[in-house]
C-alpha cells in the first residue's frame, strides 16, 4: 500500500497500539492520529457509532473473511474509500460487500453491525440446540452412580 502512496497502518505495527490493544485504545489511538479504522469486527463497528468516528466495514455477509481475502478488498477498494470518506460531511461508515460499498451514517452502520451481530449468535445457539442427540455429552459415571434402581419386571424375575 506504501508503494501506491497510502500511509496505511496496523495494530502492532511501528508507532501503533500493540496487538493485544482494546478497541477502545485502538480507536483513541485512530482518532488522534486522524486514521480510520477498516474492520470486519462488529464490536469495532459498533464502537465507532458510539464514538461517531468513520469506519470502513469489510462486511462479507454471512461467510468469514481470511486475512489475504480481506487484504484484496482493500488493495482494489482503498481510492474509492478514501474519495467517499473525503467527500463526506458527517462520520460515515463505508459497508464494503464483495461487489459494491455502502455509505451510511456511522450510527446506521453501527445499528446493522449490532443486528447482524445479534443474529449470528442467535444461529450459533440454535446449532448448538439442535446438535443431534449422538454428539451431546454422555452422563459421566458419577451422575449415574446414585440412578434410581430399575422398577422390578412384570414376570417375577429380578
Known amino acids: 500500500m506504501y508503494a501506491l502512496d497510502f500511509h496505511v497502518h496496523h495494530v502492532g505495527g511501528q508507532h501503533q497500539p500493540p496487538k493485544n490493544s482494546t478497541d477502545e485504545e485502538v480507536l483513541a489511538h485512530a482518532q488522534?492520529?486522524?486514521?480510520?479504522?477498516?474492520?470486519?469486527?462488529?464490536?469495532?463497528?459498533?464502537?465507532?457509532?458510539?464514538?461517531?468516528?468513520?469506519?470502513?466495514?469489510?462486511?462479507?455477509?454471512?461467510?468469514?473473511?481470511?486475512?489475504?481475502?480481506?487484504?484484496?478488498?482493500?488493495?482494489?477498494?482503498?481510492?474509492?474509500?478514501?474519495?467517499?470518506?473525503?467527500?463526506?460531511?458527517?462520520?460515515?461508515?463505508?459497508?464494503?460487500?464483495?461487489?459494491?460499498?455502502?455509505?451510511?451514517?456511522?450510527e446506521d452502520g453501527a445499528a446493522l453491525a449490532e443486528k447482524r451481530y445479534r443474529e449470528i449468535r442467535q444461529r450459533q445457539a440454535f446449532k448448538r440446540a439442535a446438535r443431534p442427540l449422538l454428539q451431546q455429552p454422555f452422563p459421566s459415571a458419577a451422575s449415574t452412580e446414585h440412578a434410581e434402581e430399575p422398577p422390578p419386571s412384570a414376570s417375577g424375575e429380578g
Do not use: Y
Open 32 to 106: 488522534q492520529s486522524r486514521q480510520v479504522i477498516v474492520t470486519s469486527n462488529h464490536d469495532m463497528i459498533m464502537l465507532c457509532g458510539e464514538r461517531g468516528a468513520s469506519v470502513v466495514w469489510l462486511d462479507p455477509h454471512g461467510q468469514r473473511l481470511r486475512i489475504d481475502q480481506q487484504a484484496l478488498m482493500a488493495f482494489k477498494g482503498i481510492d474509492a474509500w478514501c474519495l467517499l470518506l473525503g467527500q463526506a460531511e458527517t462520520p460515515v461508515c463505508l459497508r464494503v460487500l464483495r461487489t459494491k460499498v455502502h455509505v451510511l451514517p456511522v
